[in-house]
């Protein structure tokens, strides 16, 4: 079975081997839940199940819809909830957009001010921004609450 997009966790490389099983099954090949584990752990590149299954585990969940975070954005705090993601890159990074609880202003100018209460962001798994603004901080740092 040719897996056209690498699980990032868990729950996901669990439903590849029951993919796997099904579609197996339907061609008359029938193998174990456990079998269809081991299969599925050497395609990612692991030993085996349980190798898969411990560094896996160790991966952060992904952001999902309805999830309540807190971070900064251009450098300001800010909690919200999470009404829009996306994967991108195969799980490599997410587009989120961001409902902030309340409006930050992304201005550091006295003179000015310019709120925003919703925001679109691409991050990596690990919730932080690779677009820096000038002096090197992340656009954006998100995590769940």
Do not use: C
Request: charged share 20%; aromatic share 6%; hydrophobic share 40%.
């Amino acid at each position: 079975m040719p897996i056209t997009s690498l699980p990032a966790t868990l729950a996901q490389a669990r439903e590849q081997a029951r993919l796997l099983r099904a579609e197996l099954a339907s061609a008359g090949e029938a193998i174990s839940h456990s079998q269809a584990l081991e299969r599925v752990a050497r395609k990612l590149g692991y030993r085996d199940w349980n190798t898969a299954a411990a560094r896996l585990s160790n991966a952060p969940e992904p952001l999902q819809v309805g999830d309540r975070v807190a971070g900064r954005y251009l450098k300001q705090p800010f909690e919200g909830r999470i009404i829009a993601v996306s994967e991108q890159n195969g799980g490599a990074s997410f587009e989120v957009t961001v409902h902030f609880d309340q409006p930050v202003d992304v201005v550091t100018f006295e003179s000015f001010s310019a709120f925003r209460q919703r925001v679109t962001a691409t991050v990596g798994p690990d919730g932080v921004s690779a677009r820096k603004t000038s002096d090197g901080a992340p656009h954006m740092v998100i995590a769940r609450l």
